[in-house]
């Protein structure tokens, strides 16, 4: 009986999870303020490639007014808003390139993705190794929002030059 009683107990964890599901799933988009203030930076910055990167930081920057006085939760939520946006823009430029690509570029694009997402991770959560204390998690995230904007203007200059801009 002790078995049933946890795997029913497992089962509506899971429920309640899945149910959970969609509205995180909103909360994932990025603010349109945001991803404007973003598109904006790199639009300004267009022919000049190397320069897009002066374009990371736009939104948590001008988000966290004073570190030393906002609560660590607060300096994360502003990475975390960014963040949201290079998602978007990394996503949207590995679904362009996708398009253009054949299917051994596909693969190998895949696989240099999945690596490039385990080494962010591995790379920011040393940081928590490093530090070891809760003054690593704003530094976590703020790892996390860069890296993510580093690799989606690498994609994006590819997705550009496969789509000839």
Not at 1 to 25: K, Q, W
Not at 27 to 47: F, L, S
Request: with cysteine; hydrophobic share 40%.
């Amino acid at each position: 009986m002790g078995y049933a009683v946890r795997r029913s107990g497992v089962a509506a964890v899971v429920l309640c999870l899945l149910a959970a599901s969609p509205a995180r799933a909103e909360d994932d988009k990025p603010d349109p303020r945001d991803a404007a203030a973003i598109q904006q930076c790199i639009k300004a910055k267009t022919g000049r490639h190397w320069a897009w990167e002066n374009c990371i930081g736009v939104v948590s920057e001008s988000c966290i007014k004073d570190e030393m006085a906002m609560p660590p939760s607060e300096i994360m939520a502003c990475y975390e808003r960014e963040k949201l946006v290079w998602d978007s823009i990394l996503n949207d430029s590995f679904r362009r390139l996708r398009a253009k690509l054949e299917d051994k570029q596909v693969r190998k694009m895949r696989e240099m993705q999945r690596a490039w997402i385990a080494s962010r991770d591995k790379g920011c959560d040393f940081i928590y190794d490093y530090f070891e204390g809760t003054m690593a998690n704003p530094m976590i995230a703020a790892c996390q929002s860069r890296e993510t904007g580093r690799r989606a203007l690498f994609l994006r200059g590819f997705a550009d030059d496969a789509e000839g801009k």
